[in-house]
Each structure stands twice: as C-alpha cells, then as structure tokens.
C-alpha cells in the first residue's frame, strides 16, 4: 500500500532524504487533490484483467518505459534537478513503477485552501499513480537513486513542464475549480 505523508520542514541538503513526518496521508486525503492510485503486480501487469480494463477505459493508447539512474540517464544530475522543479503538465501524468522508488511530492489543502506544503508520496514498484493535469508537483529519487517506470498517455505524448507560477493555464484554472475550490 502507498506511504505518503506531510513534509513539515524541507531543510535538507539532499531533496532525496526522505523527509517523514507524523502526519501521514490517508488515499482518501490523495483523491481530495485528485492523486489516483492503484497496484498491480509489476512482473505480470500485461496479463492483469484490472489493469488492462484500467488503461482501456481511460484511453491510454500510447506508453514507453523511462530508467532514471546515473548509468541510464545522459546529464543525469541537470534532468534529476529539472524532476524536481516545481511544475503542472496540461495532460494527467501516469507513472507505474516497474522497478526501484522514488517520490512524487504534490501540494497539501488546509481545508480547501491551498497551503503551502507538500504531501510525499513514496512510489515503490508496483505503484501506479496518476496526478491530475495541473495539479503543482515535483519528482525525485531517493537514496537508491533508481527507478524504473512505465509512462502512460492518451493519444501523442506531452512532456512538457510549466514552473510555477502557471496559475493563469487553463488547466490550472481547471484544477483548482476541481479541488481546491470549495462546494457550498
């Protein structure tokens, strides 16, 4: 099952550290923010029903498989720190872990305002998370500094980052109208 807690102090040196808290982070309190999760078993993913019902029904039509490490990853420490940049996407980010770990760090809500801090989410294999198009986040590894992950998409790939600030984007606008308004 998925680990995610609130990050309360980001002093460190190395954005890899862990950075646990006492307050963790339940699923229900991810879906608040729109992170999806789900596991499957990453050594036979293709033969399962669920996961391919999964990737059917949302129209995931097009995948590749990135392996970030310093043997894997030309410039590896420029993209690392390029990960870790704080960004929305315009499409939904899908990441299913294969192998190794890493973590997603998403914006917390206080209420239903934005505060601003992180929820942690430690990524393991078998993990398949889906982060919302414009929801604010960042990635990075941890100490093992590996992981390997299946990328998902509908239709022709976008990988395209936008630092924040990008609170003018439509999809940022879009998000925000989603979660992080509150219903009367």
Not at 25 to 49: M, P, R
Not at 60 to 83: C, E, G, Q
Request: aromatic fraction near 12%; hydrophobic fraction near 35%.
């Amino acid at each position: 099952m998925v680990r995610a807690w609130r990050i309360l102090q980001e002093e460190t040196d190395d954005p890899r550290d862990a950075l646990y808290s006492d307050e963790s982070v339940s699923l229900e309190q991810l879906a608040q923010v729109g992170v999806e999760y789900f596991k499957f078993d990453a050594d036979t993913f293709e033969q399962n029903d669920d996961y391919l019902k999964l990737k059917n029904n949302r129209g995931y039509s097009y995948s590749d498989t990135i392996s970030v490490s310093r043997a894997t990853l030309p410039d590896f420490d420029a993209k690392i720190k390029s990960f870790f940049e704080e960004h929305l996407h315009t499409d939904d980010e899908i990441r299913f872990i294969l192998d190794g770990s890493g973590y997603f760090d998403v914006r917390d809500l206080d209420g239903r305002q934005l505060r601003d801090c992180w929820i942690r989410i430690e990524c393991v294999k078998g993990d398949l998370l889906v982060l919302p198009s414009g929801i604010y986040h960042r990635f990075t590894l941890d100490k093992k500094d590996y992981i390997k992950a299946l990328r998902l998409f509908i239709g022709v790939p976008v990988w395209t980052p936008h630092n924040r600030p990008a609170d003018s984007m439509k999809e940022r606008l879009d998000y925000v109208s989603k979660y992080l308004t509150a219903t009367t």
